[in-house]
């Protein structure tokens, strides 16, 4: 009878774990949205160029999210434009949304491809693609991948 409850026991808290691991692995990505993009002169240097890209996080979840940093890339117009990392802390609530600042760095010849496009084309508007990952700092999932498309206004 024991090896019976026993078994029973493991069982139960088997089921339990899965129920947990699931219930913690299906968040729905957040919504990643641009929402300026800004120039730093001062610290940039040589072939080396600085922007301080502002974003909006949204929770689509109804539970808040620890975030502990990111890491993404962004695209202006289908071409590369910069790659960002940022350790800043920050808590996305409950269908909620946050907002924060990163600082990404790119090449100068990705600015100056940029700038020529630009010239050439003379969009009306910008689009932009952001694809990364949010890095939370505990639970059972680590990292939440996001992907977004959208516009900026030159």
Known sequence: MNRRLLAALVATVHLLVLAGCASLTSLEPPEVRVT???????????????????????????????????????????RQLARGVSSEAFVLPALGEAGTTVTVSTSLVNVFGQLLELGRTQPDRLEYRIRGKLHLGSGMVRTIPFDRTGTLQP
């Open 36 to 78: 300026d993009v800004r120039g730093m002169p001062r610290e940039s240097s040589g072939l080396e160029q600085r922007f301080a890209v502002g974003l909006n996080v949204l929770n689509p979840n109804n539970r808040e999210i620890l975030v502990d940093g990111m890491d993404f890339e962004l695209e202006l117009n289908g």
